[in-house]
């Protein structure tokens, strides 16, 4: 089965300052993975998805996430955060062998102080 | 790139009445769409997932008799809410997925929130 951890509910930081959002993953077949970004009261956009090929992803709004397999992870950084990086964060896992569903981690909120 | 419109994006109903909530897909064809709830602070629960032409397979839990979906089109999914309480109050987001080619994309809609009273 396929299981999406976000290690932290909550991350603060200041306005400029690196961004690190973690997420562990696991799955029974080589995993697509997602990160969406969610606004109060919005839908979600997504951020940046990794699909078997660099494992090295880069996103839109300066985002990128790292795929590593013998880590199980796939964190989400950015070097300088923004007044408007403030939100919600998902780290999302395709579940299946065709990646029928989407298996949501619980989110992590990102504060970004000025 | 795809676009997903789901309308309303808020609703306030009496408790007793029905709520439809229509999810489209505006530039791309879209076989399956899925319902997801959101609870305040909490991640998406999938609800259901919806095949264009056939019925919708529920997850575990769901009331299908109480949140009906029709996915008549290639690119309209609707959620009814019947009977609504106020424990049915909460934000209601579609998806939908397209074959990109090599892998699944999915495109979600804007979200609508449900007020009971």
């Known amino acids: 089965a396929q299981s999406v951890t976000q290690l932290d509910s909550h991350v603060s930081v200041s306005e400029g300052t690196p961004v690190l959002l973690r997420c562990n993953y696991s799955s029974s077949y080589s995993p697509s993975l997602f990160w969406y970004v969610q606004h109060p009261n919005k839908g979600l956009q997504l951020l940046l998805k990794?699909?078997?090929?660099?494992?090295l992803v880069k996103g839109i709004n300066g985002f990128e996430a790292e795929f590593k397999k013998s880590e199980t992870s796939f964190h989400l950084t950015k070097p300088s955060a923004h007044m408007s990086d403030a939100a919600e964060y998902f780290c999302v896992v395709s579940s299946g062998e065709y990646g029928n569903k989407l298996v949501f981690g619980a989110g992590t909120i990102l504060r970004v102080k000025s | 790139g795809a676009v997903v419109s789901q309308h309303p994006s808020r609703v306030i109903c009496k408790s007793g009445t029905s709520v439809k909530i229509e999810c489209r897909s505006l530039?791309?064809?879209?076989?399956?769409m899925f319902w997801y709830r959101q609870f305040p602070k909490q991640s998406l629960m999938l609800m259901a997932t919806?095949?264009?032409?056939?019925?919708?397979?529920?997850e575990q839990g769901v009331e299908k008799d109480k949140f009906l979906i029709n996915h008549a089109s290639l690119t309209l999914s609707t959620l009814t809410v019947t009977s609504a309480h106020p424990e049915d109050s909460s934000f209601y987001i579609c998806?939908?997925?397209?074959?990109?080619?090599?892998?699944?994309?999915?495109?979600f809609g804007s979200g609508t929130r449900l007020t009971v009273v």
């Open positions: 990794y699909t078997s090929a660099a494992t």
């Open positions: 919806s095949n264009e032409g056939s019925k919708a397979t529920y």
């Open positions: 998806s939908a997925r397209a074959w990109t080619g090599a892998n699944y994309g999915y495109t």
């Open positions: 530039d791309f064809q879209a076989t399956t």
